[in-house]
């Protein structure tokens, strides 16, 4: 895309951005977002609520490559919070142990495997208030849960999504629970599980941290930050992830509408 097209938010001489504008704009994103990943779904593998919370807790510090690649192994030893919560915690941490911290996942796996079979009758919770109770569980993780298998709306604020809102200046908070306050204020609330999705794929994909793929952004005209990246379309493509690259997503088992390919297992 000719940088000559591009609108330059917030450049030196530019008029400040109003709230409004800044609404507007955000809201404009998401609907193009909606078009570039129609299929967009969260990342980790699960066939249930059990198994997505314990696959988002495994996430901190890691890929979902990683986790998914470590999950099945764990599931086929563990598949209830019951069987978690007696499970031997040497066994436990060396089948997680790819997956990085795995003494301290381990701990925070059978803490909340246990409070689950103590307090919720090995079921997983649909209510926030409860689900943060549980050791390892945040509202970054509750989101999660809530919005994909609960149909509960919810921001997830994880590193991607925390970074790509404030390139694009919709917000200018560091605390996730901040940030995800002054999001949710800016969508429709049934917005929110869908919007936290297209923005984390966007970041993995082309808007990436250190070198985003401006060139071949399809919301560059809507970015601020538009050029803090590389801006020529050829060196720009060869920077896309996953299916836009045309290498494999994260996910063992993706959706079927998943346009890219599985990832390969563990040592596969």
């Not at 109770?133 to 849960?145: C, D, H, Q, S």
Request: include cysteine; hydrophobic fraction near 35%; aromatic fraction near 8%.
């Amino acid at each position: 895309m000719a940088e000559s097209k591009v609108k330059k938010a917030g450049k030196a001489g530019a008029k400040p951005e109003s709230h409004l504008a800044m609404v507007r704009r955000a809201r404009r994103i998401n609907r193009e977002l909606a078009e570039v990943y129609p299929y967009a779904h969260p990342e980790l593998d699960f066939r249930n609520p059990f198994e997505l919370l314990v696959a988002t807790v495994l996430s901190a510090q890691t890929t979902d490559l990683r986790v998914n690649q470590t999950t099945p192994a764990l599931f086929a030893a563990y598949p209830t919070p019951e069987d978690m919560a007696a499970a031997d915690p040497e066994a436990m941490e060396e089948l997680i142990r790819p997956t990085g911290f795995f003494r301290a996942k381990t701990k925070s796996l059978l803490g909340l495997s246990q409070a689950l079979r103590d307090n919720f009758g090995g079921e997983v919770p649909n209510r926030i208030e409860d689900l943060v109770t549980l050791p390892g569980v945040g509202r970054k993780t509750a989101n999660v849960v809530l919005g994909n298998v609960f149909g509960v709306p919810g921001i997830t604020v994880d590193t991607h999504f925390g970074r790509l809102v404030r390139r694009w200046k919709w917000t200018e908070q560091e605390d996730p629970e901040k940030v995800e306050a002054e999001i949710c204020a800016i969508f429709p609330k049934s917005e929110w599980t869908m919007l936290s999705h297209r923005v984390v794929f966007h970041g993995r994909r082309i808007c990436h941290s250190r070198k985003p793929a401006c060139g071949a952004c399809p919301i560059a005209p809507l970015c601020p930050a538009y050029g803090e990246g590389e801006t020529d379309p050829e060196k720009a493509a060869k920077l896309l992830k996953y299916e836009k690259g045309g290498q494999p997503g994260q996910r063992l088992s993706p959706p079927p509408d998943y346009p890219g390919l599985p990832a390969p297992p563990l040592g596969g």
